[in-house]
């Protein structure tokens, strides 16, 4: 079994920065693709930054040139940076993770969520 750890939301003004972490922990082989999600009040969840077992990236528009998204192999660990932070940026972020067991089973787990508020 896997588990996925979310840590370094938290409460902000705009502009600020903050830097998530997602510890995956257990039967771990290899995490293949890192994403990040998040969800805002009334909205649905999105995917905003994603990084793949090569290392390459990949994020939503409205974050593009803000947000840095990285991975520690060693650690089992994806970051996401967020500077310039907005108040749309405001929301739940979420860590997935695409894990290869030890056993050669592939399957898809999440984090329990770390709360982002950007205060205006």
């Known amino acids: 079994q896997v588990q996925l750890v979310e840590s370094g939301g938290g409460l902000v003004q705009t502009g600020g920065s903050l830097r998530l972490s997602c510890v995956a922990s257990g039967d771990i082989f290899r995490i293949n693709t890192g994403n990040w999600y998040r969800q805002a009040p009334g909205k649905q969840r999105e995917l905003v930054a994603g990084v793949t077992s090569g290392g390459s990236t990949g994020y939503a528009d409205s974050v593009k040139g803000r947000f840095t998204i990285s991975r520690d192999n060693a650690k089992n660990t994806v970051y996401l940076q967020m500077n310039s932070l907005k108040p749309e940026d405001t929301g739940v972020y979420y860590c997935?993770?695409?894990?290869?067991?030890?056993?050669?089973?592939?399957?898809?787990?999440w984090g329990q969520g770390t709360q982002v508020t950007v205060s205006s």
């Open positions: 997935n993770a695409l894990i290869t067991s030890r056993t050669s089973r592939t399957s898809d787990y």
